[in-house]
């Protein structure tokens, strides 16, 4: 398994931004599919956005298009979520995933490393 440790998570207020970094150490972080969830208090975790290894396709969900991008720098061993114009309803825990040497998954339950969360705040 690869190890992922998340950063860059903190307060902003609505409409503000943030970057999220996730480094991986371990197995070689190319042949990993990347993944952000978020968990918000009371509610189940969610996916948010992920990277497909190999061509790098990225996929998001409805709620963050336009407004979410997931990069990765395979050099770095590192993903990335920008997160622009954010809403209070994007505060939440947000999580890294991988999935080792398969496609893009929407379902939490298919990754098989994580990060251990980054707290993301986003005040009106």
């Known amino acids: 398994q690869v190890q992922l440790v998340e950063s860059g998570g903190g307060s902003v207020q609505a409409g503000g931004s943030l970057r999220l970094s996730c480094a991986a150490s371990?197995?070689?972080?190319?042949?990993?599919?990347m993944g952000w969830f978020r968990q918000a208090p009371g509610k189940e975790r969610e996916f948010v956005a992920a990277?497909?290894?190999?061509?790098?396709?990225?996929y998001y969900a409805d709620s963050v298009k336009g407004r979410f991008t997931i990069s990765r720098d395979n050099a770095a061993n590192t993903v990335y979520l920008q997160m622009n114009s954010l809403k209070p309803e994007d505060t939440a825990v947000y999580y890294c995933?991988?999935?080792?040497?398969?496609?893009?998954?929407?379902?939490?339950?298919?990754?098989?490393?994580w990060g251990q969360g980054t707290q993301v705040t986003v005040s009106s």
């Open positions: 995933a991988g999935r080792y040497y398969r496609g893009t998954s929407y379902s939490h339950g298919d990754y098989d490393s």
């Open positions: 990277i497909s290894w190999g061509l790098g396709s990225t």
């Open positions: 371990g197995r070689t972080f190319s042949w990993y599919t």
